[in-house]
Structures are given as C-alpha cells and as structure tokens.
C-alpha cells in the first residue's frame, strides 16, 4: 500500500499507478512479528533496491518489529538509510507482549 500526504499532511492510501515518486523522499517499510531476523532483514535491505527505478530523491528502508537483537540491530543500521523500529505489539498469539530484556 502507498500513502501520500496530502496539503494539509494527511495520509491518503493510494494504488501505485497513481503515486509519482521520481525526485520525492520515499520511505520504505517491512513488518514482521517478533524478533528481527534475517529474512526481515532482507526484505528491508532490497527494497530500496526496487524502488531505485523510480528514481526518487531518497529512499529510507525501514524494519518494523517487536524485539531488540543486540546482535542484528546494529548490523542493518551500520548501512545508511537503514532504520530499525521496535514496536512491541501482541505478538501472533494475541497475548500482549513488551520489550524483552534477553535478547
């Protein structure tokens, strides 16, 4: 899904025929329940790749998921434009879940 902003800063879904991204600062986002693993990883890694064929003016790829990896985290973010975000949610049991320590 892409959403555009419109004038007064509001998010409109739009179909990607209709989104012109050539010269604009795309963000790109992938999501995954749990931990950030590889395959997070390189879905978050190549889609800028894709995206480059737009030829927008900058491209920031972002991972979305619930837990901190001490070890991973810094390995995607030592790329520029590589971002990771935590958002501890409820996990794919439905079971609320928060930030673990152990990892």
């Not at 693993?37 to 619930?66: D, H, W």
Request: hydrophobic share 40%.
């Amino acid at each position: 899904m892409f959403h555009e902003f419109g004038r007064n800063d509001e998010p409109r879904g739009a179909k990607f025929r209709e989104v012109e991204t050539a010269g604009r600062d795309v963000i790109v986002v992938q999501a995954k329940w749990g931990r950030l693993g590889m395959y997070l990883m390189g879905q978050a890694f190549y889609s800028p790749q894709l995206m480059m064929k737009f030829n927008p003016r900058t491209i920031t790829s972002v991972a979305l998921c619930e837990y901190h990896d001490a070890v991973m985290v810094p390995l995607i973010e030592s790329y520029p434009n590589m971002k990771v975000v935590i958002f501890p949610g409820t996990g794919s049991s439905g079971q609320p879940m928060g930030p673990r320590a152990d990892v």
